[in-house]
């Protein structure tokens, strides 16, 4: 199994809703990141979880909330989200803290969750 | 703080014709990726590269890096309509003791028979 999953595909919410975007890898990798890209933007980076713990959060607003209950599942959890916080999640992930040749630390990325805040 | 240029942002070109899409940062890294997007769809890696004067080629896509000038390029040949995408560059930074990738905006191409 050589892929990132993610579900759902598409979210519409309204902003009192509370929501999860689900990401599952069976790769073996131990890094795993959460993006957020607007449209016509780069992907920017939201979180990133190293062997199961968060080592990385990009000063993101406390209604986005990740989750790594095991090695190979990552969940954020949204509540009281904004219209602007509408746009492509993307979740990826790769082999963390190792050394060793070319593409090892090769972030593969998920297809996304576009997410719509009403 | 890592900041990565791309450029052109927009390209426009005709099939067949040749075309280099620039990527340049600004502090030291190990590693620079490039990234092919298509409308509405998610990244799909092209290209990892590790060190200076790496050349990689699949296809019509040829990348190389040059780490003392911090300037990828990627190189596009006889380009054809199925090009046509974004392609955005990204470049490891180590923060915490993990990696981040920060990319550059992107190059939209449009490849026009």
Same mark, same amino acid.
């Given at each position: 199994?050589? !892929?990132?999953?993610?579900?759902?595909?598409?979210?519409?919410? $309204?902003?009192?809703?509370?929501?999860?975007?689900?990401?599952?890898? /069976?790769?073996? /990798?131990?890094?795993?990141?959460?993006?957020?890209?607007?449209?016509?933007?780069?992907?920017?980076?939201?979180?990133?979880?190293?062997? !199961?713990?968060?080592?990385?959060? !990009?000063?993101?607003?406390?209604?986005?909330?990740?989750?790594?209950?095991?090695?190979?599942?990552?969940?954020? /959890?949204? /509540?009281?989200?904004?219209?602007?916080?509408?746009?492509?999640?993307?979740?990826?992930?790769?082999?963390?803290?190792?050394? $060793?040749?070319?593409?090892?630390?090769?972030?593969?990325?998920?297809? $996304?969750?576009?997410?719509?805040?009403? | 703080?890592? #900041?990565? *240029?791309?450029?052109?942002?927009?390209?426009?070109?005709?099939?067949?014709?040749?075309?280099?899409?620039?990527?340049?940062?600004?502090?030291?890294?190990?590693?620079?990726?490039?990234?092919?997007?298509?409308?509405? #769809?998610?990244? *799909? =890696?092209?290209?990892?590269?590790? =060190?200076?004067?790496?050349?990689?080629? *699949?296809?019509?896509?040829?990348?190389? &890096?040059?780490? #003392?000038?911090? &300037? %990828?390029?990627?190189?596009?040949?006889?380009?054809?309509?199925?090009?046509?995408?974004?392609?955005?560059?990204?470049? *490891? =930074?180590?923060?915490?003791? %993990?990696?981040?990738?920060?990319?550059? #905006?992107?190059?939209?191409?449009?490849?026009?028979?």
């Amino acid at each position: 199994d050589t !892929e990132v999953t993610q579900t759902p595909k598409h979210l519409v919410m $309204g902003m009192t809703n509370k929501k999860s975007l689900k990401c599952e890898q /069976h790769m073996g /990798h131990r890094a795993m990141y959460w993006y957020k890209q607007k449209a016509k933007k780069p992907p920017e980076l939201m979180f990133v979880y190293s062997y !199961e713990k968060l080592s990385i959060n !990009e000063s993101v607003p406390s209604r986005f909330s990740p989750e790594c209950p095991n090695s190979s599942l990552l969940n954020l /959890h949204l /509540h009281a989200l904004q219209p602007e916080d509408s746009a492509l999640y993307l979740c990826a992930s790769s082999r963390d803290r190792e050394t $060793g040749t070319s593409g090892r630390k090769k972030q593969f990325f998920g297809p $996304g969750t576009r997410l719509t805040v009403l | 703080e890592l #900041k990565v *240029e791309q450029n052109p942002l927009f390209l426009s070109m005709q099939e067949g014709k040749n075309y280099t899409i620039y990527c340049n940062y600004s502090t030291t890294s190990d590693r620079l990726y490039w990234y092919r997007q298509d409308p509405g #769809k998610s990244l *799909e =890696s092209l290209f990892v590269l590790l =060190s200076n004067g790496a050349v990689k080629q *699949e296809g019509r896509l040829m990348a190389s &890096l040059d780490t #003392k000038a911090r &300037l %990828s390029t990627l190189h596009i040949t006889a380009a054809v309509h199925d090009l046509s995408a974004t392609y955005f560059c990204a470049v *490891e =930074s180590n923060q915490g003791g %993990s990696e981040k990738l920060v990319f550059g #905006k992107g190059t939209k191409l449009t490849v026009n028979p």
